[in-house]
């Protein structure tokens, strides 16, 4: 009996040990720095009111790190080629019912929304922009209620089902949402890219502390320039 219970525990360990969060991943290809257009997804973040228009409740916050990056025209010019090369474009916008009862902590930046009363569903804050409005054949992402755009949504099963392999992140904040989902993505099996001048923090300081030491971490840090001639080499033949 005692050991039959070895045996048991031995085959438990090893099935255990095989079930990782890799192995949910289907297989990928050896990483290359050039995806295939037809593979990849931009994934915008948070292009929504509240940062990106003036009136926005955190507008002010990140509008001097979008000026200084030029941000939302590098964003539009990636979205606007993506489509024409054939990715797919993916927005994942944040809201909250009224009353922001998802949210029950007493810190950090979540309870500063709710206490902001910031992305409450159904108003314009929380509303994409004009600028980055989604087009026939863009995919909103809906269900994001926390930092990582993978957590709380069906972000994962949508990549997948549209067949893509490397995602290109950009969009709001850069140290806190773009991070998070950078890592969920990367641990996910993804082959990772981020926008560095189509992200935005809250300080220079900030934004630069999180390209510097964080990005190179889990992903290839690469301009919105270089993204897009990587897509242009990779078009989907029209």
């Given at each position: ?233 990779s078009a989907t033949p029209a």
């Amino acid at each position: 009996i005692l050991n039959m219970k070895l045996l048991l525990a031995a085959l438990l360990a090893n099935a255990c040990s095989a079930f990782t969060l890799s192995s949910l991943a289907s297989p990928r290809p050896a990483f290359s720095l050039r995806g295939v257009a037809s593979e990849t997804a931009v994934v915008c973040i948070e292009y929504q009111n509240e940062f990106t228009t003036e009136g926005g409740k955190l507008h002010d916050a990140v509008k001097p790190v979008m000026d200084a990056t030029n941000m939302m025209s590098n964003t539009k010019k990636v979205v606007d080629e993506a489509r024409k090369a054939g990715a797919l474009v993916v927005h994942v916008p944040i809201s909250f019912a009224k009353g922001h009862k998802a949210i029950n902590g007493q810190y950090g930046i979540l309870n500063g929304v709710k206490e902001g009363l910031a992305f409450e569903a159904g108003t314009w804050g929380a509303e994409i922009c004009d600028e980055m409005s989604p087009e026939e054949g863009d995919i909103v992402v809906g269900g994001k209620t926390g930092l990582c755009g993978f957590a709380s949504t069906n972000l994962d099963m949508v990549l997948r089902q549209n067949g893509v392999k490397d995602v290109a992140l950009c969009g709001f904040l850069t140290n806190c949402c773009v991070e998070s989902s950078m890592r969920s993505a990367y641990e996910l099996g993804y082959n990772v890219k981020t926008l560095t001048d189509c992200v935005a923090a809250t300080s220079m300081e900030a934004q630069e502390a999180t390209l510097e030491h964080n990005f190179g971490m889990f992903s290839i840090p690469m301009t919105s320039e270089d993204f897009v001639k990587d897509l242009e080499k990779s078009a989907t033949p029209a």
